[in-house]
């Protein structure tokens, strides 16, 4: 199983990135896919989780309205889409595959194998 997420990088407050995650190894469509981030000097925290039938949690209430999930099956591929980007969402975003077959997505990182090697995302002016 390989998942490579790209599309971080330096954006002023306010601004937005999209994130893609891209997998492989794996019938896709069946697992499900989460994002969590990790700013310097804390632990790795979810962000947001969607179950393989589109099911969605935002575990953070801090990016609730501003963030969404998504993915393309079609496509191999989960999205984070962040708006009204703030200098506190600083941090390394991580996109993970779901342990199990049509299994529920969690929120614990304890939940999964399977990572990719982050995208540092920097916001500041």
């Known amino acids: 199983v390989q998942l490579q997420a790209f599309g971080g990088g330096l954006v002023q407050p306010g601004g937005f990135l999209r994130l893609p995650c891209a997998a492989s190894?794996?019938?896709?469509?069946?697992?499900?896919m989460s994002w969590f981030r990790q700013a310097p000097g804390k632990e790795r925290e979810c962000v947001a989780t969607?179950?393989?039938?589109?099911?969605?949690?935002y575990c953070a209430d801090s990016v609730k309205g501003r963030f969404t999930i998504s993915r393309d099956n079609a496509k191999n591929t989960a999205y984070l889409q962040m708006n009204s980007l703030k200098p506190e969402d600083t941090a390394i975003y991580y996109c993970?595959?779901?342990?199990?077959?049509?299994?529920?997505?969690?929120?614990?990182?304890?939940?999964?194998?399977?990572w990719g090697q982050g995208t540092l995302v920097t916001v500041s002016s």
């Open positions: 190894g794996r019938p896709f469509s069946h697992y499900g």
């Open positions: 969607m179950s393989w039938n589109g099911g969605f949690t």
């Open positions: 993970a595959i779901g342990n199990y077959y049509r299994g529920s997505a969690s929120k614990a990182a304890t939940g999964y194998n399977y």
